[in-house]
């Protein structure tokens, strides 16, 4: 938190004692810097950066620090509530070198350091604004790590953790922003009223509740459960109470209007209007709007009585409600679209679906800036819609209409007009999602952006009967894919725009050069130990940006294309998919819904969506499973069975009709199910006692997998590009690395992988007989450095990585691959030697057909909703990698390499990925005794991509029984010529 200038002057006095780094500074330079900026005239003075930068130029040629990241400090937090600045990165960049190389002896004996924590935390500020909150959690957990010193500190430090508390509520985490939420009225001070006054502490106490209140309203919000509902009423209830104490309620105007319609928002969502009501009516004289509040009572009141069936007094009140806005323009809380949607539902409810599709065909009209809606629909890129979340309302709201319409008719064509409605909804809605800034804002809005998805498909279910299977399973398809892996996608696209476009190779290469030497720089910069070169390591790096900036606008100049084609995904209909399987291929495609999974099963000949209630028990079951199996003294108890079991009667059982045995089946998993080897599951209660007798799904089918069948049929574009090279790396770790790896401290200061992470005894013998069976070159021992790798892995075929990996589920800056010269001593930013983080994995260009990740857990990491399991497979998957053989959890060595070894050896036959691995497991189970056959050591390991053979491999024909068989005919020919000459003499 920040000091005061007293304390930072004594802060600065104790550096230049105690480190010679500040040997050239004057010892008044920081306490002068900050006189200077107490004094500053935002009104009168010239801008803020010019009027700094005399003094941060200074404090750059003179090498200070201190001075240095204090006034960058100043900078960044000058630009708070901004758009996105170019200057404010390269602060940030400025900053965070600077901490990188100099920060554990500027800062490691003094944790304290008001200029560390300063910058830290006007970093972490501009990161929430900036939606980037997975990195401002982490800037704020340093924070908290500062003791407080003074009540002015305490206030700070409490504050710090509602900020985590709003950073994992906006990554759609409650349950840890509960637990941050509680810790800041916990660490209120006692006699703040003593020190800020009666208000002031009232209003940090309101806070506290209405943020708990909104916590639990999310997770209320997404399981619609009864205890969290009355768990954030209680929250707001608290906040409301200690908002009558206020003394001079106007100062908080803002603070208690948030707080009420928090509180009315939630009983509006469970539909209690009578209760928003009583709320409203005590907000009306905080409100300086009347006309505003107004509007939203009569709208409420029209919700309530539509909701009691009484929809003439419905319609009354909304229609008062237009009558208010037409005559207040933008003085109300609903536009007429939303007015003009509550006046169609309520003509649908009383049957009137006619006049309730024109009110809705108006709006549309209206909203398709003077087209007609048709032409609208004619346009792929949706040109002509204006106000695109008022255009998604009324769609969805005219395909539940059309669904009502059909329920109480039977006519086909008003079912087929629903799932056309929802369609052009969901690709409007995807236009939406693009306009938001930021990978993280995109992916906050998938959450609204699925239940679309959701809706649409539960219509597709009720239309199965009546329009065929095909054709709603056609539609389904189009929808679940519409919902997965966009941000995945999206890079992809990118880089396929490139190819498309015949851009010229030579500008393709500069492009990968400059972002090498840019990651090169940026690496060099982390790990100099010598000041004199981080100047011209910085001059250096901005000219690569500026290299960079420029190619890419020559780029998107010379091939105006580009940005088009970059985001416009290209159309994947069930068809298209089917004509790339074979008769033995299989889809199931997953998606989950709000309260169910919903499964899309597919052959060559046919198609069905299917329905699989509770989701929340599957979601359990998957957990439960890799928690048992992940031990390595698991054992084969009933309640692992029975899990198994129901999983397979959940996901298989029902669409057995159409997967036959001895099939390859394709999953596109979704949520929790993208931890789940498939051929794990059992097809009956094992009768018997022991592992070696359980009926394993693996024995009947081989399984692949991947984010989404757009996603398999884009990766297969750059496949002329590869190359037949196998490439093999297999380190050795010595005890001190391992040593290293299990007991580095882990604070604000240093990276630490707390693993159990020993030396490797068979990854070498693994990678020896790969490298000799497909004549390829590998890296062995201590060679298997990060650099060395980095320099010969591009464009191979076969990429085997036998080797150590760590996933850190709360920070992907810390997973990675681990070299044997990994060296974490350093550490306060990640990516110093020997570690490849999975950011630097995306940035590679490896292209390979398949990867083979001999590592732990390389199929394992955080779950993003709708985006699938974040782990270190999905890198290799944007680096342009085609298959992925990777572990879901910590894999034995020994049984690691067998498994592998295997599965190498039929790769090299010519058998398909998918049947290589699935023969490679029966092949160590036919090995295996009762306690090796554990799912621990065969089953953490699946194929993630293309399934088919190897491009450069021809399947090896068996020549020996035809052999046999033609010796057998030639045997028997001459015994009947033998028996025939006897017969005769």
């Known amino acids: 938190m920040r000091l005061k200038v007293q304390q930072r002057v004594l802060l600065s006095f104790l550096f230049l004692l105690s480190f010679s780094l500040f040997s050239q500074s004057d010892q008044t330079s920081l306490d002068r810097v900050i006189t200077l900026i107490e004094n500053y005239d935002f009104e009168r003075e010239m801008e803020f950066e010019v009027y700094l930068r005399p003094y941060l130029d200074d404090a750059k040629k003179n090498q200070q620090f201190d001075v240095w ?67 401002a959690i ?24 509602s900020h985590l508390g709003n950073a994992y509520l906006s990554v759609d985490n409650p349950n840890q922003a509960l637990f941050y939420y509680e810790r800041y009225l916990a660490l209120l001070p006692t006699n703040l009223a003593e020190y800020f006054g009666h208000d002031d502490t009232l209003f940090y106490q309101i806070l506290g509740w209405a943020y708990l209140g909104g916590a639990w309203y999310n997770k209320a919000y997404d399981n619609r459960s009864e205890l969290f509902y009355r768990r954030s009423l209680e929250a707001y209830h608290k906040a409301i109470a200690l908002l009558q104490e206020f003394s001079k309620p106007d100062s908080y105007i803002n603070t208690i209007l948030s707080t009420y319609y928090g509180l009315i928002s939630l009983h509006q969502d469970y539909e209690k209007y009578d209760s928003a009501l009583v709320y409203l009516d005590q907000i009306e004289p905080y409100e300086d709007t009347s006309s505003r509040l107004q509007h939203r009572i009569l709208t409420l009141r029209g919700k309530q009585y539509l909701k009691l069936g009484k929809e003439d007094l419905a319609l009354d009140f909304f229609n008062q409600a237009q009558q208010l806005h037409d005559n207040n323009p933008g003085k109300t809380h609903y536009s007429s679209y939303n007015i003009a949607n509550e006046i169609a539902t309520v003509f649908a409810k009383q049957g009137k679906f006619d006049q309730a599709l024109v009110k809705v065909q108006d709006n549309l009209f209206s909203l398709a800036d003077g087209q007609t809606w048709e032409e609208v629909e004619d346009n792929p890129a949706l040109d002509h819609v204006i106000f ?61 952006h699925r239940k679309l998805v959701d809706k649409a498909l539960n219509t597709c279910l009720i239309g199965q009967d009546i329009l065929g299977s095909d054709i ?3 539609y389904a398809f189009q929808f679940i894919e519409q919902g997965k892996s966009l941000l995945l996608r999206e890079n992809l696209q990118s880089d396929r725009a490139i190819y498309e476009l015949d851009v010229p190779d ?77 008769d033995k291929d299989n889809l199931l495609s997953c998606f989950r819904g709000e309260s169910a ?71 596109f998993p979704d949520g929790h199910l993208g931890y789940l080897p498939f051929d794990l599951l059992l097809k009956n209660m094992p009768m018997e006692e022991g592992f070696s007798h359980w009926p394993f799904l693996v024995f009947d089918h081989s399984f692949n997998y991947d984010y989404s069948a757009t996603l398999r049929i884009m990766s297969d574009f750059t496949s002329m590009e590869r190359t037949k090279n196998y490439f093999g790396v297999a380190p050795a770790y010595t005890v001190k690395s391992s040593k290293d790896l299990m007991t580095k401290k882990k604070d604000s200061l240093k990276w630490i992988a707390e693993r159990d992470i020993g030396e490797l005894n068979y990854n070498g013998e693994e990678v020896i007989y790969a490298r000799d069976l497909f004549n390829g070159q590998a890296l062995m021992g201590a060679d298997a450095t990060k650099r060395n790798f980095l320099t010969r892995a591009e464009k191979n075929g076969i990429l085997h990585l036998s080797m150590h990996a760590y996933v ?8 990675g691959l681990v070299f044997a010269d990994f060296n974490p001593s350093r550490q306060l930013l990640p990516g110093a030697d020997g570690f490849l983080t999975l950011k630097e994995l995306q940035f590679l260009d490896l292209d390979a057909e398949i990867v083979v990740l001999s590592a732990c857990e390389t199929g394992y990491g955080y779950l993003e909703r709708g985006e699938g399991v974040m782990s270190l497979g999905r890198a290799f998957k944007s680096s342009g990698c085609n298959a992925m053989a990777m572990s879901i959890w910590k894999a034995n060595d020994y049984a690691t390499s067998k498994v592998m070894s295997y599965f190498m050896d039929q790769l090299f036959r010519g058998v398909s990925k998918d049947k290589a691995l699935q023969l490679a497991k029966l092949q160590y189970l036919e090995n295996a005794d009762n306690n090796t056959s554990n799912p621990y050591y065969w089953a953490p390991f699946i194929l993630h991509g293309d399934p088919h053979t190897l491009s450069f491999v021809k399947p090896k024909k068996n020549y020996l029984l035809p052999a046999l068989i033609g010796l057998a005919i030639l045997l028997v020919m001459v015994y009947g010529y033998y028996m025939v000459k006897r017969n005769h003499s």
Request: hydrophobic content about 40%.
């Open 472 to 474: 709603t399973a056609g």
């Open 138 to 161: 982490q800037l704020y957990k340093l924070l908290i790590k500062n003791e407080p010193q003074n009540v002015e500190d305490s206030i700070g430090y409490a504050i710090y953790h």
């Open 597 to 667: 999974f919903y499964l899309l099963v597919a052959d060559k000949e046919h198609a069905e969506l299917m329905h699989v209630p509770d989701a929340d028990s599957i979601a359990n079951a998957t957990q439960s499973v890799l928690s048992a199996v992940r031990k390595v003294d698991g054992t084969a108890d009933r309640a692992l069975a029975h899990s198994l079991y129901y999983l397979y009667n959940c996901l298989i059982a029902p669409v057995k009709p159409i997967i036959q045995e001895e099939e390859h089946v394709t999953v």
């Open 388 to 448: 695109l979340t008022e255009a998604i309302a009324t769609l969805q709201v005219k395909a539940t209409i059309l669904r009502s319409y059909f329920e109480a008719t039977g006519r086909q064509h008003y079912l087929t007009a629903s799932l056309d409605a929802f369609r052009l909804c969901i690709a409007l809605s995807l236009r939406e999602r693009e306009t938001r800034v930021g990978n993280l804002a995109r992916q906050q809005y998938i959450y609204t």
């Open 506 to 582: 030579g500008l393709i290469d500069l492009l990968d050069e400059i972002k090498q030497t840019h990651l090169g720089l940026s690496q060099q910069i982390r790990e100099t130990t010598d000041r004199a070169r981080i100047s011209q390591f910085f001059s250096d790096l901005k000219k690569t940006e500026d290299r960079l900036d420029s190619l890419k606008s020559f780029i998107m100049t010379s091939f105006p294309e580009f940005v088009k084609l970059s985001k416009n995904f290209p159309e994947i209909t069930l068809h298209d998919y089917r004509t790339l399987m074979s």
């Open 808 to 815: 850190d589920e709360q920070n992907f800056n810390h997973s």
């Open 69 to 135: 990241l204090y006034l960058l400090s100043e900078l960044i937090s000058n630009e708070y509530g901004r758009t996105y600045s170019p200057a404010v990165e390269q602060w940030i960049f400025e900053g965070d070198s600077i901490l990188s190389y100099c920060a554990v002896p500027l800062f490691a004996q003094n944790a304290d350091s008001s200029v560390f924590y300063d910058y830290v935390e006007v970093k972490g500020h501009h990161r929430y604004d900036m939606t980037q909150f997975h990195e």
